[in-house]
């Protein structure tokens, strides 16, 4: 059973709708992160990817008010008129809500905290509820009046992938008609902080795949798809996903779960690597994920595939990531005119690196079908394969 991607919602450092991340995904020399130092315990700046227009959330309950929440209501509210007119024949109860996320409502928990500290007690306004996992799952839900299976899945960068992967298994099986599926995650200072703790974040901006690469850059969005069985213009075509719990933090450098992933979402796609037209890589910019995946992908596709990363773009999102590069693939498949993403390499390439094939100058997709990586901590390694269906059939 082939299950659609009918809708697309979503909001990044690139811009907050379709229109304005397609233009900032192929204007890729103007400048979408910039530098913070509210999202750090000691106030250092970072280069980060900052959704800059939230909507306000004046209307809904307290514990519904939060970043992470405005995120997934502006990219919601982009899907929601898809999504009233594929829902209407369906009851509320076979229609699933499933988030990737691994932040939820942090940000408030860490400024409650404060407050606590301060004055010695919680602001008025504040419920733990917001910062529980379930939360952005059971915020779609309740705006949307779903009563289907909701929540959220989070495992690590890989959240939001196996969010779409999850969805695709629950309509293949008969378990709900429509499915709300994808990402969202808000920067707080526990993710920034926490990676600079662990020594990954790059004080400028990140270079994915070269020589002298030091690190992430941490951004926010929300990627939201409406999924259902009803023919739409793109599909995704295959899913697949490895554990290899190789180290909690560290990818397994011979990338053995990576092969195992990608191998697995063409093997459920019924494809070749000579079939696929683009790699959204995971490059995150750290030494051992892109020593990991170029092997990786080299031994899959050599140099025959062009591939990218785009996290110098809109830096790396975490639990949404998935989902968002999936959408960015979706953006991709959606329009015949628009160039693949550059990869831009504002340093000198490591030529110690397996040699993959990656987009150097404008060009245009050639076989009509993407691949998304997401490689996650623990060894939670996912991939899938988005194509436009009209074109594969």
């Known amino acids: 059973m082939t299950t659609y991607l009918n809708s697309l919602g979503l909001i990044c450092a690139l811009g907050d709708d379709q229109q304005s991340v397609r233009q900032g995904l192929v204007n890729y020399t103007a400048e979408y992160l910039t530098q913070d130092s509210a999202y750090h315990v000691t106030e250092h700046p970072f280069f980060l990817g900052k959704a800059q227009h939230l909507p306000e959330l004046t209307d809904f309950p307290d514990y519904q008010k939060t970043r992470n929440n405005a995120l997934a209501y502006a990219a919601l509210k982009q899907i929601e008129g898809e999504f009233r007119a594929l829902s209407k024949n369906i009851a509320k109860e076979r229609i699933a809500v499933i988030i990737g996320s691994s932040t939820s409502g942090i940000a408030e928990g860490e400024a409650a905290a404060q407050c606590k500290l301060d004055t010695g007690e919680f602001p008025d306004d504040y419920d733990y509820a917001c910062q529980e996992l379930y939360a952005p799952a059971q915020f779609v839900a309740d705006y949307l009046g779903i009563t289907g299976p909701t929540y959220t899945i989070s495992t690590a960068c890989s959240s939001s992938a196996k969010a779409l992967h999850s969805a ?18 808000s920067l707080c200072k526990l993710t920034v902080s926490g990676f600079d703790a662990l ?16 690190g992430i850059n941490i951004g926010e969005a929300a990627a939201l798809f409406v ?24 990818p397994d450098p011979s990338g053995a779960g990576a092969i195992r992933a990608m191998k697995a979402a063409m093997k459920a796609a019924s494809c070749v690597s000579e079939d696929i037209g683009y790699i959204n890589l995971h490059g995150t910019g750290t030494e051992k994920n892109d020593e990991m995946e170029s ?26 990531a998935g989902a968002l590069e999936a959408a960015l693939c979706w953006l991709i498949l959606d329009s015949v005119e628009m160039s693949l993403p550059v990869h831009e390499l504002v340093a000198v390439r ?26 996650a901590f623990g060894g939670n390694n996912m991939s899938l394969i988005l194509g436009r269906v009209d074109a594969v059939q």
Do not use: W
């Open 350 to 375: 490591d030529d110690a690196l397996a040699p993959i094939r990656l987009v150097s100058e404008d060009s245009k997709l050639k076989k009509p079908t993407c691949m998304s990586n997401s490689f």
């Open 295 to 320: 092997r990786a992908v080299f031994e899959i596709f050599a140099d025959q595939v062009p591939a990218s990363s785009t996290k110098r773009l809109t830096g790396h999102t975490l639990g949404a």
């Open 168 to 185: 695709s298994m629950m309509l293949e099986l008969g378990l709900v008609d429509l499915v709300i599926c994808g990402g969202v995650d």
């Open 199 to 214: 020594e990954s974040m790059s004080q400028e901006k990140c270079q994915p795949f070269a020589l002298h690469r030091d």
């Open 227 to 250: 999924m259902s069985t009803q023919t739409a213009p793109i599909a995704l075509l295959g899913a697949g996903e490895s554990s290899d719990a190789y180290h909690i933090s560290a």
